[in-house]
């Protein structure tokens, strides 16, 4: 649901192709007709890091993820179909967007069929004061609410922001996001805590699903998830909205 803010603000028009949303659409922020143009990732690819499958040999992309870092998928190909919605969830300030980016993304298979957290990749404290919300975590929120499992804001935070990524080789990006993540001690020991309690009698092993809108090598989810394993973290997947095509590897 929009909030009643945003439904002042907005007339209930899609928000890419500006066609007016019929009434039973109108919480929705992307029309139907948008969000059918979103290309959807689909097999085959390597059943670790989701890209399609290398036409020779064994998958570049992934074989410097940390072990615990079993898989990622994502819901859409990042086109010039998907891209605005991206954009908008990022930079229009509208981060009630994330609703219908979730749903493309609860397509995916769920975890919410074993113990589950969902962790949005955090911003550094300074580009988050910019822009005043983190995409993530409003990704995350949204696909919670949808699975119906818990979100964890408060445990990964980014030590450093990184520079934009997209002209480097998979090895160059892992060094290039090397130590930009940490584990706060304490959040984990009361996230621990709360699941001997309540939820891991019978699952010891907590999946931690990392959040975050495209992936672009996985080289920031990958460090995360890292840091992640330090902690004690066994098992770490990923999902994202959207994945950017690299024109360079297959
Ligand atoms: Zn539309
Ligand atoms: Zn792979």
Redesign the pocket.
């Known amino acids: 649901m929009r909030s009643a803010f945003e439904q002042l603000l907005l007339p209930a028009e899609?928000l890419?192709?500006h066609?007016l949303l019929v009434p039973r659409e109108a919480h929705r922020i992307?029309?139907p007709?948008?969000r059918q143009r979103w290309r959807a990732v689909r097999p085959p690819w390597c059943e670790r890091c989701g890209q399609p499958e290398p036409h020779f040999g064994p998958c570049r992309l992934c074989v410097e993820w940390p072990a615990g870092f079993r898989s990622v998928r994502s819901a859409v190909w990042l086109d010039e179909n998907a891209r605005p919605a991206v954009h908008a969830l990022k930079y229009a300030g509208l981060p009630r967007i994330a609703d219908d980016l979730a749903t493309a993304m609860t397509k995916l298979q769920s975890p919410a069929d074993r113990a589950a957290v969902l962790i949005p990749i955090p911003l550094a404290k300074k580009r988050l004061r910019e822009r005043g919300y983190n995409q993530s975590e409003m990704l995350a929120r949204a696909l919670a609410r949808q699975w119906r499992i818990p979100v964890l804001v408060d445990l990964l935070v980014r030590t450093r922001e990184t520079p934009t990524q997209t002209a480097l080789t998979p090895d160059t990006r892992l060094a290039n996001v090397a130590g930009a993540f940490d584990v706060r001690r304490a959040a984990w020991d009361v996230w621990r805590r709360h699941l001997q309690i309540n939820a891991a009698r019978d699952t010891p092993h907590v999946t931690c699903v990392l959040v975050d809108d495209v992936f672009t090598t996985g080289a920031t989810l990958a460090e995360a998830a890292r840091a992640l394993e330090q902690a004690g973290a066994t098992t770490v997947t990923g999902i994202t909205f959207a994945r950017a095509a690299i024109p360079d590897f297959t």
Request: with cysteine; charged share 0%; hydrophobic share 50%.
């Open positions: 899609c890419l192709c066609a992307v029309c007709v948008c």
